[in-house]
């Protein structure tokens, strides 16, 4: 399937046949992005309610952290929720593979990168990406909740991307969920004296995220969230997620 295949038919016709040019090059960039926004959504538009599950692309199978993914991604896909991860190694790998085995689906939203990235074989629905932003977006919009297990500085990137989002008003409130007070206290700690304490955010900023340690409080806690409301945004929620 070519690029042109992807777009809508009314676009079609405007991309340059001839990329020789800077501007014509510029273009099809322009156009590949917007196909991998129209296949992601349209691949994923019937995922739902699901959960996003971040964590390290470093972690081995034997780790603690990897059999702690698995098992919290198994008892969630088994409660009804699609998991989605990066589609990668290591933690990515483990929240697939837990999501695979159990009742819904395993969604991978994949990076092409040039080290660390390759996918995992436990993916019900695999997207591959070239543009960060625009798995980004996948992540959030499809998201009822975030898992963040440890990580590095691309668990660190969603992370801060979804508290941003949601204390600007650009996205729904969801529950974001860290996993492991060991690994996420002191930067919990941190974030509560530093930001708050010096007024770089709010007070109440810091209630949209919580630290829990076990798997079966993680899924108790996400119900719990939509006991009152149910998982589907309400109208001014869904209009929201159009300005991500």
Known sequence: MTLRDKLPESLAPAIPTDNSTPL?????????????????????QSIKPAVSIFGSARTAPDHEYYK?????ARQLSDSGFAVIS?????IM???NK??????????GLNIQLPH???????QDISQTFRHFFARKVMFVRHASAYVVMPGGF???????EALTLIQTGKSRRIPIVLVGSAFWGGLVDWLRAALAGEGMISPEDMDLIQIID????????????????GFEPSAAEHEMQFSL
């Open 24 to 44: 014509a090059r510029e273009a099809w960039r322009v156009f590949g992005i917007m196909a991998e926004f129209v296949e992601s959504t349209e691949r994923l």
């Open 68 to 72: 702690l993914t698995e098992d919290i």
């Open 86 to 90: 990066g589609g990668g190694p290591g």
């Open 93 to 95: 790998e483990a929240a």
């Open 98 to 107: 837990g999501a695979f085995f159990g009742k819904s689906p395993s969604v």
């Open 116 to 122: 660390e990235q390759h996918g995992n074989p436990y």
């Open 154 to 160: 691309g668990t660190m990137d969603e992370l801060f």
């Open 214 to 229: 076990e798997p079966k409080a993680v899924v108790e806690t996400i119900f719990n969230f939509y006991e009152a409301r």
